[in-house]
């Protein structure tokens, strides 16, 4: 039992089967080819939502289930929506420092890298 591979083998493929202890299905996460993500990208692009009829089309075309371009959209707006958030915020972030730098008494990065050089070329 124990130097048979076959033995061996059925053993490890049933503990790693699709199934969990009390033999219902288990979830699968679906993996897209790079081709459904490049078209799901590219229509994204166009327009962040779809109705019905155009995801209907769209999962069709691509092979995939409706749900399963529903959640991919679902999915993507966040993702999308947080990197906005994060952009929104660095350009806040530096709008602010912008206006920091522009107060009487304060010089600019540039202004000093200039002074520094004009001091150093009089010595």
């Known amino acids: 039992m124990i130097q048979n591979p076959v033995f061996w083998r059925e053993r490890f493929s049933a503990t790693n089967s699709a ?5 219902k299905k288990k979830h699968t996460r679906p993996t897209f080819s790079g081709q459904q993500i490049f078209a799901l990208e590219k229509t994204f692009e166009q327009t ?3 109705a019905g009829p155009e995801r209907a089309k769209l999962a069709y075309a691509l092979g995939m289930t409706e749900s399963q371009v529903k959640v991919w959209f679902q999915n993507r707006r966040t ?5 906005h958030a994060a ?10 420092e912008a206006v920091e730098g522009t107060e009487p008494g304060s010089d600019s990065d540039d202004e000093r890298a ?3 050089i004009k001091y150093e070329t009089d010595e």
């Open 19 to 23: 199934y969990d202890r009390d033999g």
């Open 48 to 50: 962040k939502y779809l």
């Open 79 to 83: 993702k999308w929506r947080k990197r």
């Open 87 to 96: 952009e929104m915020a660095t350009a806040k972030r530096k709008q602010e």
């Open 114 to 116: 200039a002074k520094k």
